[in-house]
């Protein structure tokens, strides 16, 4: 029995057929050539300058999104924008739109982005198009309805349910997805010593989850909303831009192409094209829904179909030409760098910072999170041995980014408790010391200038008397590693995430409660026998 995708790909295929034979059927090469000779080139120059305005504003766009989501490989904007000209040309290659999982293939496997940054930008850049298509829509109902034309209020109450379930989807998916790797892991946690992949499951998308909880935190949403915006409207543009120009040339008068039917022609056969059975290289149901909005308009069915297909034809001969060029382009770099095009240009974001792959802080391999250096690893390593040899207790202080309150808690116990425990401190998505903490410090003669942001991969393995997790997302990304009762949760709160004003009075008082709180409890713990093993770092 055939399954469902070799079902919908024949449909589709079957289709795609269906619709070509009767086009070319009724058709001749003259007319085609007569047609492409009647359209007006400035036509075709606008249709060409917004599409590159557009191609701009996405690459832009997933910019944005791969920085947003934490320690990655950045491409230089130029690669990027090649890599997002071929996923436009093979969006919709296949049906449901499963060509843009190219943009997944290209980024991972030849940028040797991590796919966790790969896999967030797709998934956010199609829940912010999601999201924008309600905004336009009102858009689309307020100017017709203003130019006189009766709303039906349904179109109204589509345009909110599709704002306010992007909306939900964008709120609600970084808590739902914590919940799936996190019960995931405790599940697959015990047979993932006798099955590798199981744990690299799990890594993965712990790293996806970190990826998500980053860019959630970058505060990006008002950025990437108008982006989306943006490229919607510019999006319905060239379609109905290419429209006009398509039935000027073929009814050689100036067609009458009703604001409201049309667009929504188009939005209802963009929607068609995300189908399971939709046709190949978006020829089917995109042709046969927005004939329809023609032929409401008095055009033959025969003719709307064409006319449809006619400008769907220009658009994809252009963006298969592009897309075709960009993917040459990416081989021949490809070919040239010996299969290591991923190290010669792209910068690595770390601390917040951008640095250079000549720094010697790079991804480690495809697909994978950041890992710290050797020299790193060392390091922490070597002051870990010393406060063993010393008869120190060790603690580790665990916060999202390692930027404000882990950092102010290392640097509070190893200046207080120095005689008796030895402090360190890590983030799953290290950010760089935030300068107000060191400010904080300072004013009472702690020099933390130099402490460096660590992330907790530094720390693989390592057995410490307390772990001590600081705020509610660290809490929950740490169901991975057993803790049974020396990991204790202690939540401050961020001073970031308070009021832009009087910041210097909440880092001093978030330094008193550490100090008021932390201290104490370390002092009360330090005559308790660690539970050893509990406590090792598995991450």
Same mark, same amino acid.
């Given at each position: 029995?055939?399954?469902?995708?070799?079902?919908?790909?024949?449909?589709?295929?079957?289709?795609?057929?269906?619709?070509?034979?009767?086009?070319?059927?009724?058709?001749?090469?003259?007319?085609?050539?007569?047609?492409?000779?009647? !359209?007006?080139?400035?036509?075709?120059?606008?249709?060409?300058?917004?599409?590159?305005?557009?191609?701009?504003?996405?690459?832009?766009?997933?910019?944005?999104?791969?920085?947003?989501?934490?320690?990655?490989?950045?491409?230089?904007?130029?690669?990027?924008?090649?890599?997002?000209?071929?996923?436009?040309?093979?969006?919709?290659?296949?049906?449901?739109?499963?060509?843009?999982?190219?943009?997944?293939?290209?980024?991972?496997?030849?940028?040797?982005?991590?796919?966790?940054?790969?896999?967030?930008?797709?998934?956010?850049?199609?829940?912010?198009?999601?999201?924008?298509?309600?905004?336009?829509?009102?858009?689309?109902?307020?100017?017709?309805?203003?130019?006189?034309?009766?709303?039906?209020?349904?179109?109204?109450?589509?345009?909110?349910?599709?704002?306010?379930?992007?909306?939900?989807?964008?709120?609600?998916? *970084?808590?739902?997805?914590?919940?799936?790797?996190?019960? !995931?892991?405790?599940?697959?946690?015990?047979?993932?010593?006798?099955?590798?992949?199981?744990?690299?499951?799990?890594?993965?998308?712990?790293?996806?989850?970190?990826?998500?909880?980053?860019?959630?935190?970058?505060?990006?949403?008002?950025?990437?909303?108008?982006?989306?915006?943006?490229?919607?409207?510019?999006?319905?543009?060239?379609?109905?831009?290419?429209?006009?120009?398509?039935?000027?040339?073929?009814?050689?008068?100036?067609?009458?192409?009703?604001?409201?039917?049309?667009?929504?022609?188009?939005?209802?056969?963009? *929607?068609?094209?995300?189908?399971?059975?939709?046709? !190949?290289?978006?020829?089917?149901?995109?042709?046969?829904?927005?004939?329809?909005?023609?032929?409401?308009?008095?055009?033959?069915?025969?003719?709307?179909?064409?006319?449809?297909?006619?400008?769907?034809?220009?658009?994809?001969?252009?963006?298969?030409?592009?897309?075709?060029?960009?993917?040459?382009?990416?081989?021949?770099?490809?070919?040239?760098?010996?299969?290591?095009?991923?190290?010669?240009?792209?910068?690595?974001?770390?601390?917040?910072?951008?640095?250079?792959?000549?720094?010697?802080?790079?991804?480690?391999?495809?697909?994978?999170?950041?890992?710290?250096?050797?020299?790193?690893?060392?390091?922490?390593?070597?002051?870990?041995?010393?406060?063993?040899?010393?008869?120190?207790?060790?603690?580790?202080?665990?916060?999202?980014?390692?930027?404000?309150?882990?950092?102010?808690?290392?640097?509070?116990?190893?200046?207080?408790?120095?005689?008796?425990?030895?402090?360190?401190?890590?983030?799953?998505?290290?950010?760089?010391?935030?300068?107000?903490?060191?400010?904080?410090?300072?004013?009472?003669?702690?020099?933390?200038?130099?402490?460096?942001?660590?992330?907790? +991969?530094?720390?693989?393995?390592?057995?410490?008397?307390?772990?001590?997790?600081?705020?509610?997302?660290? +809490?929950?990304?740490?169901?991975?590693?057993?803790?049974?009762?020396?990991?204790?949760?202690?939540?401050?709160?961020?001073?970031?995430?308070?009021?832009?004003?009087?910041?210097?009075?909440?880092?001093?008082?978030?330094?008193? +409660?550490?100090?008021?709180?932390?201290?104490?409890?370390?002092?009360?713990?330090?005559?308790?026998?660690?539970?050893?093993?509990?406590?090792?770092?598995?991450?």
């Amino acid at each position: 029995m055939m399954g469902k995708k070799p079902l919908f790909l024949a449909l589709s295929f079957g289709l795609t057929g269906l619709l070509l034979y009767l086009i070319f059927s009724q058709t001749t090469s003259d007319q085609w050539l007569g047609l492409l000779s009647r !359209i007006k080139i400035e036509f075709l120059g606008i249709y060409v300058g917004l599409y590159g305005l557009g191609l701009s504003l996405r690459t832009w766009r997933y910019h944005l999104l791969i920085k947003g989501a934490g320690p990655a490989l950045v491409p230089t904007f130029g690669r990027l924008a090649l890599v997002t000209a071929v996923r436009n040309m093979l969006v919709d290659f296949l049906p449901a739109r499963t060509g843009s999982l190219s943009y997944l293939v290209i980024l991972n496997r030849v940028f040797a982005v991590d796919f966790s940054a790969c896999l967030t930008s797709f998934t956010y850049a199609a829940l912010f198009d999601l999201l924008s298509l309600g905004p336009i829509l009102a858009a689309v109902l307020a100017i017709d309805h203003f130019r006189g034309s009766v709303v039906h209020p349904l179109l109204w109450g589509l345009g909110v349910v599709i704002t306010l379930g992007g909306l939900s989807l964008i709120v609600f998916l *970084v808590p739902l997805f914590q919940r799936l790797s996190g019960w !995931i892991e405790r599940r697959t946690f015990p047979y993932q010593e006798r099955h590798p992949w199981l744990k690299g499951v799990a890594r993965e998308l712990t790293a996806v989850s970190r990826s998500f909880l980053a860019l959630r935190r970058a505060r990006l949403f008002w950025p990437l909303l108008g982006l989306s915006l943006l490229l919607r409207a510019i999006k319905y543009t060239l379609i109905y831009l290419l429209l006009f120009a398509v039935m000027a040339a073929l009814l050689e008068a100036g067609p009458s192409l009703p604001f409201l039917k049309i667009m929504f022609g188009i939005m209802g056969s963009e *929607v068609a094209a995300s189908l399971p059975v939709s046709g !190949i290289a978006g020829f089917g149901l995109y042709e046969g829904i927005l004939g329809m909005a023609l032929t409401s308009q008095g055009i033959q069915a025969s003719q709307g179909i064409f006319i449809s297909f006619a400008m769907h034809l220009l658009s994809q001969i252009f963006e298969y030409s592009l897309g075709g060029a960009a993917l040459i382009m990416i081989g021949i770099s490809w070919w040239r760098s010996g299969g290591r095009l991923h190290n010669q240009s792209p910068t690595v974001r770390i601390d917040g910072r951008d640095l250079e792959p000549e720094s010697g802080r790079t991804s480690d391999s495809v697909g994978r999170i950041y890992k710290p250096g050797a020299d790193e690893s060392e390091e922490q390593l070597l002051k870990f041995r010393n406060a063993q040899a010393a008869g120190l207790k060790t603690v580790l202080f665990i916060c999202t980014g390692n930027a404000v309150r882990s950092q102010m808690a290392e640097a509070l116990v190893n200046h207080f408790l120095k005689d008796r425990w030895a402090a360190f401190s890590a983030g799953f998505l290290p950010a760089g010391i935030s300068p107000p903490v060191v400010t904080a410090l300072k004013e009472i003669g702690i020099d933390a200038a130099r402490q460096p942001t660590k992330h907790l +991969d530094l720390f693989n393995g390592l057995t410490f008397d307390r772990v001590i997790t600081l705020c509610s997302d660290a +809490d929950r990304m740490c169901t991975f590693y057993p803790a049974y009762g020396n990991r204790v949760h202690l939540p401050y709160t961020d001073p970031l995430t308070q009021s832009t004003f009087g910041w210097k009075g909440l880092f001093r008082k978030l330094r008193e +409660d550490m100090s008021n709180q932390l201290i104490p409890y370390l002092e009360a713990e330090n005559g308790k026998k660690g539970a050893g093993l509990d406590s090792t770092i598995h991450c």
